[in-house]
């Protein structure tokens, strides 16, 4: 008769016990995968958006230094601008002056200014600056600022009919507006009389109803 063979309970234990550690150490192995997988994504994320800040950055420097490189000059070019103020103030003060008007010398002398004017707006045509065109243009807020009203009848109103003080242009920024005068519809004498009919009729009613 064979004999039946018995296990020890020992080795049963051991046995459950190294399947049990098998198991964890299968679990660990998959969370350390899935760990590094994260650990991967996230340094991808953090390179991604590195990558995107250097190339904002890069475009930044590009636009202030083609900036600074167009427009260096700009400041320098606004106080120029007093230059041809001067230049053209003194030609018509010595054109307008009563004592000089006879003098055989002051047509040379106004010849010679006119000379050094227009040599000063070419070097800065040449520069890209340009004076805005005003005479009988319409108005524009972006380049003239009106500082008076003209009657004309012969143009549309808020056309540009006087030229106080000239505006200029650096390629697309404006250095200074052109002060200008700007016509407008010349007032009837009975326009006026009813205008200041009205007014007196208003006056006189508030004076009533106070009283």
Known sequence: MEKEETKDPKMNNQETLGEDI?????????????????????????????????????????????????????????????????????????????????????????????????????????????????INEKLDPNFHQAMLEIEDDSKEPGTIVQEVQKGFLMKDRLLRPSLVGVSKKTVKKDQNNEFKSKNTNENNEKEDKNN
């Not at 299968?26 to 390179?47: F, G, H, M, P, Y």
């Not at 995107?52 to 950055?57: F, H, P, S, T, V």
């Not at 930044?60 to 106080?79: I, L, N, P, Q």
């Not at 002398?109 to 070419?122: A, F, G, R």
């Open 22 to 134: 098998e198991d964890d150490s299968n679990n660990t192995k998959e969370e350390k995968e899935i760990s590094s997988e994260d650990k991967i994504k996230n340094l991808e994320d953090k390179l991604s958006r590195t990558l995107a800040e250097m190339e904002n950055q890069r475009r930044r420097f590009e636009k202030e230094r083609d900036e600074a490189f167009e427009y260096g000059g700009f400041s320098f070019a606004k106080e120029a601008l007093n230059l041809i103020d001067n230049l053209e103030r003194s030609k018509l003060s010595l054109e307008n002056d009563e004592e000089l008007k006879n003098n055989k010398f002051l047509k040379k002398i106004s010849e010679h200014l006119e000379v050094i004017y227009k040599d000063t707006l070419s070097i800065f045509k040449k520069n890209n600056i340009k004076q805005i065109k005003s």
